[in-house]
C-alpha cells in the first residue's frame, strides 16, 4: 500500500470537509429530525419564508456531491507542502 503524496495535507482539501459536513446534515436530517425542527424553532421568520424545513436534508446532500467534483479539483495552496 502507498499513500497518495499529499497525505500530510489530506484534512486541508475541500472534497474532505465538503464530505464531512454533507454526512453530518444528512444524518441529523435523517436520525434526528426532532433536533432539527427545535432548532428550526429559533430561526428568523423572514428566513422560514425563505427556506423549506428540509433545506438542511438538501443542503447535506448538494455537499456530498460537490465533494466529488472538488476532490478532482486541484487546491493550490496543498502543492507547496
Not at 30 to 52: I, S
Not at 57 to 75: E, P
Amino acid at each position: 500500500m502507498k499513500l497518495i503524496d499529499t497525505w500530510q495535507v489530506y484534512h486541508k482539501r475541500w472534497s474532505v470537509w465538503l464530505v464531512s459536513l454533507g454526512t453530518t446534515l444528512t444524518v441529523l436530517a435523517d436520525q434526528f429530525p426532532q433536533l432539527l425542527m427545535n432548532a428550526w424553532m429559533f430561526v428568523p421568520a423572514d428566513m422560514k419564508a425563505a427556506f423549506d424545513p428540509s433545506f438542511v436534508k438538501w443542503l447535506g446532500i448538494g455537499c456530498l456531491i460537490l465533494s466529488l467534483v472538488a476532490g478532482i479539483i486541484k487546491q493550490r495552496s496543498l502543492q507547496n507542502k
